[in-house]
Every structure is written in structure tokens, then in C-alpha cells.
């Protein structure tokens, strides 16, 4: 049976490292001028060596750094009902959720944990309530019945020092716009 690259890999650190615990005992050498050669820390070093001691060649191998044993089950279908009350009955948001839960049962939860309890419903993201506005145009139902007037200004022109308003007048009903330049503000 042939090595792969990575059992290769990890058979040549696990000789590095029994190599490493044995030469105390071949040479009778310091341990940090051991770990010194082999560029390792002396924690390390004794690490492994009371790994070796417990549990032979297979002790030197690297553990799994992930948890054991994981609770898995914080949220209950009764509390998860309760979230989902109060978006739908409330309308709260993530944050105001986890602080009500805190309030009420005294339970925490994150702000994640209760976006993913939403999103599998398909609540994480509520519609607006309120309808779109219909706009009313303003206007009358004759000509010159009813006019807007504005004045802009004062604009100067190139080479003079004299100021010169904008006078507009819109009609309300056919929307037309009439202008004139006026040298004051009034007409």
C-alpha cells in the first residue's frame, strides 16, 4: 500500500517528533537545546512527550481541535414560536426580539441565531404595510384662472455691475411658462 502526499507528510512529523522526545534520552543534551535544533518550543516539547507517555506513537499525532460534545438544541420549537409571534404580532426586528426575550424568559440568544430561526419561514425580511402614495397633480380646470409666480435672482451680466431678476409666471390649467427680465424686483 502506497503512501499519499499527506500521510507522507504526517509520518515525517510524527519521526520529527518521537525523535524529538528520544534524543534527550540518546544524547543527555539540554531540552532547549534540543527544541532550539529541532525549531520547536519547550511547551511543546514536553507536550508531546507526555502524550507519548499516555498514549504511545498515536499520541503524537495532532488532536481535532473542534468540541466533543455540542449542545446543540438552545432554541426549543416553543421559544422558536415565540420569536416568530412576536415578528408577526409585533413586527419587531432581530435586536428588539433578543432584548424582549431577555426581558421575558431571561434567556439570550444572539442576533444570529434568531435571523436564521426568521429566515426559515421566510420572515427575516418583512413587506411595508402602507401603500404606495398616489400623487395629485394640482391643477385648474380653465386657463388664467390661476397663475404661480416666482422671481429669481439677482444674476449679474458679464462687463456690468447692474442686477437683473427673473420674473416667471405658470399657468395652473395648460402649464405654460412666461418669463420677462426685470432690472428690480418688482414687476
Known amino acids: 500500500m502506497g503512501y499519499t ?3 507522507k507528510c504526517i ?3 510524527i519521526d520529527k517528533r518521537f525523535n524529538l522526545i528520544r534524543e534527550k534520552d540518546w544524547t543527555g543534551e539540554p531540552v532547549s537545546i534540543i527544541c532550539k535544533r529541532y525549531g520547536t518550543s519547550r511547551k511543546s516539547y514536553y ?3 507526555k502524550r507519548y507517555k499516555e498514549k504511545g506513537i498515536e499520541g503524537l499525532l495532532d488532536n481535532f481541535r473542534r468540541p466533543h460534545n455540542i449542545k446543540y438544541k438552545k432554541v426549543t420549537p416553543d421559544l422558536e414560536e415565540t420569536i416568530l409571534d412576536l415578528r408577526l404580532t409585533k413586527r419587531f ?3 428588539k426580539i433578543k432584548f424582549r426575550l431577555k426581558r421575558i424568559i431571561g434567556l439570550s440568544l444572539s442576533t444570529r441565531t434568531i435571523y436564521k430561526i426568521l429566515k426559515r419561514p421566510g420572515l427575516n425580511i418583512l413587506k411595508c404595510q402602507y401603500r ?3 400623487y395629485k397633480r394640482f391643477a385648474m380646470k380653465h ?4 397663475l404661480q ?3 429669481l435672482g439677482p444674476f ?3 462687463n456690468s455691475s447692474q442686477r437683473i431678476y427673473i420674473i416667471s409666471c405658470l399657468d395652473d390649467c395648460s402649464r405654460k411658462l412666461a418669463s420677462k427680465w426685470s432690472e428690480r424686483k418688482g414687476l
Not at 143 to 146: D, E, G, I, Q
Request: proline residues 8%; aromatic residues 12%.
Open 5 to 7: 502526499p499527506v500521510r
Open 11 to 13: 509520518h515525517i512529523e
Open 47 to 49: 507536550k508531546w512527550k
Open 93 to 95: 426586528g432581530c435586536n
Open 132 to 134: 404606495k402614495r398616489r
Open 143 to 146: 386657463p388664467n384662472y390661476m
Open 149 to 151: 409666480m416666482d422671481i
Open 156 to 158: 449679474y451680466l458679464s
